[in-house]
Nanobody, 124 residues
Framework: QVQLVESGGGLVQAGSSLRLSCAAS????????SGWFRQAPGKERDFVAA???????TYADSVKGRFTISGDNAKKTLYLQMNSLKPEDTAVYYC??????????????????WGQGTQVTVSS
C-alpha cells in the first residue's frame, strides 16, 4: 500500500502562485508514476499533470505553461508548482500514484492510490 498526503493549498488572488506537495509513504517503490487531478464542485475529477519515474511529464492544455509537475525521489514527494493562477483553477487538488505503465495517464482509472485532497481557491 501507498499513502499520499497533499499540502500547500489555500486562498490566493488571481495571478498568484502556489506550490502543492504530496508526501508518499509505504511501498512507494511499487509505483511507476504519479499525477495531479482536480475537482470543482459539481464537476468530474479532471486531469492536471502527470509524471513518470523516467522524468516524462504530461499536462492538461488548460495548465500548460503555467503549472509544473516535479518529484523528489529522495524525499518521496511530488510537487505541483502553479503560477498565474486563475479563478477557474479553483478546485480540490488530488495527487495520485499508479503501479504500472499505461498509455493514457489522463484518466483517473489509471491510478491506484489517492490522497485526501487539498483545496485551492483563486479569487478574482
Amino acid at each position: 500500500q501507498v499513502q499520499l498526503v497533499e499540502s500547500g493549498g489555500g486562498l490566493v488572488q488571481a495571478g498568484s502562485s502556489l506550490r502543492l506537495s504530496c508526501a508518499a509513504s509505504g511501498r512507494t517503490s511499487s509505483t511507476y508514476g504519479s499525477g495531479w487531478f482536480r475537482q470543482a464542485p459539481g464537476k468530474e475529477r479532471d486531469f492536471v499533470a502527470a509524471i513518470n519515474w523516467s522524468g516524462g511529464s504530461t499536462y492538461a492544455d488548460s495548465v500548460k505553461g503555467r503549472f509544473t509537475i516535479s518529484g523528489d525521489n529522495a524525499k518521496k514527494t511530488l510537487y505541483l508548482q502553479m503560477n498565474s493562477l486563475k479563478p477557474e483553477d479553483t478546485a480540490v487538488y488530488y495527487c495520485a500514484a499508479r503501479k504500472v505503465r499505461v498509455r493514457n495517464v489522463t484518466t483517473p482509472h489509471a491510478y491506484d492510490y489517492w490522497g485526501q485532497g487539498t483545496q485551492v481557491t483563486v479569487s478574482s
